[in-house]
Nanobody, 124 residues
């Protein structure tokens, strides 16, 4: 069973930037796609971005396209989410999750392991 640990969240002003990291334990990290999701209070968990096992393909929610970038370093068993031009509506707990080798879609059910989440708050 893989363990995923997110870090990098915090309080940032609108227009600011943050980089989230998700470190995975165990072997075979490079066999699986990885995704980032977020959940705001009172709302359902929603897809943010995903990346294939090799890192060659990515997918983004429309709400973050052009502002967020997902990447991974398979040598470090880590996936990243670089966020710029942050907006108050980006405020949420951000989770990383493990998918299958090539799946980078938005279905929560397609991801089988989840981290504990890291809080991102965008406020002045």
């Amino acid at each position: 069973q893989v363990q995923l640990v997110e870090s990098g969240g915090g309080l940032v002003q609108p227009g600011g930037s943050l980089r989230l990291s998700c470190a995975a334990s165990g072997r075979s990290f490079n066999w699986y796609s990885m995704g980032w999701f977020r959940q705001a209070p009172g709302k359902e968990r929603e897809f943010v971005a995903a990346i294939t096992a090799s890192g060659g393909n990515t997918n983004y929610a429309d709400s973050v396209k052009g502002r967020f970038t997902i990447s991974r370093d398979n040598a470090k068993n880590t996936v990243y989410l670089q966020m710029i031009s942050l907006k108050p509506e980006d405020t949420a707990v951000y989770y990383c999750a493990r998918g299958s080798r090539s799946y980078i879609g938005s279905s929560v059910a397609a991801y089988d392991s989840w981290g504990q989440g890291t809080q991102v708050t965008v406020s002045s």
